[in-house]
């Protein structure tokens, strides 16, 4: 798979791309939960678009429209097995480890990834 990494501003942009499906640069900038000029939020989608290729644009009206053509999910795949491969050597037991050792876990968080991984057993 292509390595797919987005910034954090692009993946501000793109939470919106995806949660709308489809999305002018107004939409974004009225969206987002900070504030970014209009002018950044269309230089974003711009380099979406024609450098990262991660959303397609089309003029309708006197605007464009933009939507996304890579998944939410492709992205954060992608961005996980880079951040395994960088910080934790490629190890998967690693990465999930530090997430258990991490306060931030609740015991429905544990309870939920129980059962994914007696699923993943079951589908071995």
């Known amino acids: ?3 797919l990494h987005l910034t954090k501003c692009e993946l501000e942009v793109m ?14 900038v009225d969206s987002l939960e900070r504030p970014l000029a209009y002018t950044t939020v269309m ?3 711009k380099i979406l678009d024609e450098s990262r290729r991660v959303v397609r644009r089309r003029k309708e ?3 464009y429209v933009y939507e996304p ?3 939410r999910e492709k992205i954060s795949r992608s961005m996980t097995d880079d951040l395994t491969k960088r910080l ?6 690693s ?3 530090s997430l258990f050792e991490s306060d931030s876990m609740s015991q429905s968080d544990i309870e ?5 991984i007696q699923s993943l057993e079951k589908d071995a």
């Open 88 to 93: 934790f050597g490629g190890s998967v037991k």
């Open 112 to 116: 939920e990834l129980k059962q994914a």
């Open 69 to 71: 053509v890579v998944s």
């Open 15 to 28: 939470d919106v791309v995806w949660r709308k499906g489809r999305a002018t640069v107004q939409d974004v």
């Open 43 to 45: 230089t974003t989608l």
């Open 95 to 97: 990465l999930v480890l």
């Open 1 to 3: 798979m292509a390595k």
């Open 61 to 63: 009206g006197r605007a």
